[in-house]
C-alpha cells in the first residue's frame, strides 16, 4: 500500500471549512461596516452638538464688555461659572503673535498652559494645533484630547488672545460604543456558529450522494454488475449519477459479452477436441489396420479411412471461416448474384437426391459475395435434409423492393424449443443428432455470420417443420472504374 504523500482535508470538511470562513468573514465585514458607520454617525452628532453649544456660549462672551479689558480673564472665569454648563479652560496669549504653522520665533510647544479654568480643567494642558487653529482660522476648533482619553476639545477666539476651550465628556458615548462592539461580536459568533451547523448539514447534504457514487463504484468493482445510481432532479449529482449509470450499463454488457464469449470459448474447445477426436481415432485405426487386412476388408478400411479424412477436412475448413469471423478478417465481395440460379446449384450440390422443391417469386438479383451466399444456402439445405425430414421447400421471395427473402422450409418434427434460442451458437447440437449424424455443429453459425456479414439476419420458427428464414439486402450494384 502507498502512503500518503500528505495530509489533506476531505470533501466535507473542505466544504464545511469554506461555508463557515465565508460566513464569518461575510459577518465580520457586515458588523465592521455596521458599526464604523454607527460610530461615525454618533461622533459626527455629538461633535455638532458641541460646536453648536460652544458657538452659543462664545457669542454671548463676545457681548461682554468687560472682556476686553485688563481683568479679562477674571470676567472670563466669573462668565463661564455662571453661563455654561460644561467644563471649560482659557489660554491667554498675553498678545503674543499667532500664526499657522508657527512662524519664526513663536512658540512652537506641543501644548499651552491654561490661563484659567474649572476645577477640573484648569490644569489640563491645551494643545497647541488646537489654539493656533482657533486664532489663525477665526473658527471654533475641534479636536480630541490627546494628553487625556475620552474628552472632546472645542476651542475658539473670544477677543484677540483669549483662546477659551470647552472640554466635552465624550465617556458615556465611548460606552455605548463599547457596547456596540460587544453586541456585535455577539451577534457574529452567534452567526458563525448558527454558520458552522448550517455548514456541516450542508456538507453532509452535498457528499452523501458522492459516498453513495463511492460504495456503488466499489460494489460494482467487486462483481455487483447490477449496481445503480438513483437519479434525482436536475443539478450536477443527477448528472453524474444518469453518466455513472450509463457507464454502469455499458460496462456491464462488456462484461456479461466477454463472459459469454469465455464460456463459448471453453465450449468451442470441448467440443473442437471432442469433434476431432472422432474422426482422428477412426483414422488411426483404420490406418493400423490396412497392413493386416487384404481383399474386401482392406477396402472397407480405406473408405473409411477417406470417408473421416474428408469430415475432417470439412471439420478443418468450418474451424477457419469461424476463426475468420471472429478476427474480423472476412472479405465480403460486392457482385450481383441471381438467388435463383444460386439455390439450384446449392440443391444439386448439397442434396441431389433428396425430394426438394424450389419457389421463385419476383426479382431475385441481389449484390453480394456468391460463395458466401451459396455457403448459406447449403448449409440450410444440409441441415433441413440431415436434422428436419423431406419434403424440403425453398422459397426465394423477391417481392420486395429493399429485400430478398430465402425460407428453406422441411416436413420435420422442427427444432426443440429449448434450442430455438441458441440454435446459430457454435457447436449446437440436439443429443439424438449426434448420435445419428456426423455434423460439426458450425454449419447453422457459419450460415448467420455470413448472412450478418451481408447486412441480413437469419432466423428460426418452427410450423409444421422447422423455417429458416434470410432475410438479405439488394445492396447497391458494384460500380466499374472507367
Do not use: C
Not at 173 to 185: F, K, Y
Not at 261 to 275: A, E, G, I, N, P
Request: a negative charge.
Amino acid at each position: 500500500m502507498t502512503p500518503p504523500r500528505g495530509w489533506s482535508l476531505g470533501l466535507r470538511t473542505r466544504i464545511a471549512a469554506s461555508i463557515v470562513l465565508l460566513t464569518v468573514a461575510a459577518s465580520a465585514g457586515v458588523g465592521f461596516a455596521s458599526y464604523r458607520v454607527q460610530a461615525d454617525d454618533s461622533t459626527e452628532r455629538f461633535v455638532l452638538a458641541a460646536d453648536a453649544s460652544f458657538q452659543s456660549t462664545i457669542n454671548h462672551l463676545r457681548t461682554e464688555e468687560e472682556l476686553h479689558g485688563e481683568g479679562r480673564v477674571a470676567v472670563l472665569a466669573e462668565e463661564m461659572d455662571r453661563w455654561a454648563g460644561v467644563g471649560w479652560s482659557a489660554v491667554d496669549l498675553g498678545g503674543a503673535p499667532v500664526s499657522w504653522p508657527p512662524a519664526e520665533g513663536e512658540p512652537s510647544g506641543a501644548a499651552f498652559p491654561a490661563t484659567a479654568g474649572d476645577p477640573q480643567h484648569q490644569n489640563a494642558p491645551v494643545p497647541a494645533e488646537l489654539v493656533r487653529e482657533a486664532v489663525v482660522g477665526h473658527l471654533p476648533a475641534v479636536q480630541r484630547d490627546p494628553y487625556r482619553s475620552g474628552w472632546l476639545l472645542v476651542a475658539g477666539e473670544v477677543t484677540p488672545g483669549l483662546v477659551l476651550v470647552q472640554h466635552y465628556g465624550m465617556h458615556r458615548l465611548d460606552d455605548e460604543l463599547s457596547r456596540l462592539r460587544h453586541q456585535l461580536a455577539a451577534i457574529s459568533a452567534v452567526v458563525a456558529f448558527l454558520a458552522t451547523v448550517a455548514a456541516i448539514l450542508a456538507a453532509n447534504q452535498v457528499s452523501r450522494p458522492l459516498r453513495t457514487a463511492a460504495d456503488a463504484a466499489r460494489r460494482f468493482g467487486d462483481g455487483d454488475l447490477g449496481t445503480r445510481l438513483p437519479v434525482a432532479g436536475r443539478d450536477d449529482l443527477a448528472d453524474l449519477a444518469t453518466a455513472f449509470n450509463a457507464m454502469a450499463e455499458r460496462l456491464s454488457h462488456s462484461i456479461t459479452d466477454l463472459r459469454a464469449k469465455d464460456r463459448q470459448q471453453r465450449r468451442f474447445v470441448s467440443d473442437v477436441t471432442h469433434d476431432l477426436r472422432t474422426p482422428l481415432a477412426s483414422m488411426v485405426a483404420a490406418a493400423d489396420s490396412l497392413n493386416s487386412l487384404d481383399g474386401e476388408s482392406r477396402a472397407r478400411a480405406a473408405d473409411l479411412l477417406t470417408v473421416q479424412s474428408r469430415r475432417l477436412a470439412r471439420l478443418v475448413e468450418d474451424l477457419l471461416e469461424i476463426s475468420r469471423f471472429d478476427a474480423g478478417v472476412v472479405e465480403v465481395l460486392q457482385e450481383p448474384v441471381d438467388l435463383a440460379e444460386l439455390v439450384a446449384d446449392a440443391v444439386d450440390l448439397a442434396a441431389p437426391d433428396a425430394d426438394i422443391s424450389i419457389r421463385v417469386v419476383g426479382d431475385v438479383l441481389v449484390t453480394g459475395d456468391a460463395r458466401r451466399l451459396h455457403t448459406i444456402v447449403r448449409n440450410l439445405l444440409t441441415n433441413a435434409v440431415t436434422h428436419g425430414a423431406e419434403p424440403v421447400v425453398v422459397t426465394v421471395d423477391g417481392t420486395d423492393s429493399a429485400t430478398v427473402l430465402v425460407r428453406v422450409a422441411d416436413g420435420g418434427p422442427g427444432v426443440p424449443e429449448e434450442l430455438v434460442p441458441i440454435v446459430f451458437d457454435r457447436f449446437v447440437r440436439g443429443d439424438a443428432s449426434r448420435r445419428v449424424t456426423e455434423g460439426s455443429g458450425l454449419g447453422l453459425s457459419i450460415a448467420a455470420e455470413n448472412a450478418t456479414a451481408h447486412g441480413g439476419h437469419l432466423g428460426v420458427r418452427n410450423a409444421d417443420g422447422a423455417v429458416f428464414t434470410v432475410t438479405l439486402p439488394r445492396g447497391e450494384p458494384p460500380t466499374t472504374a472507367p
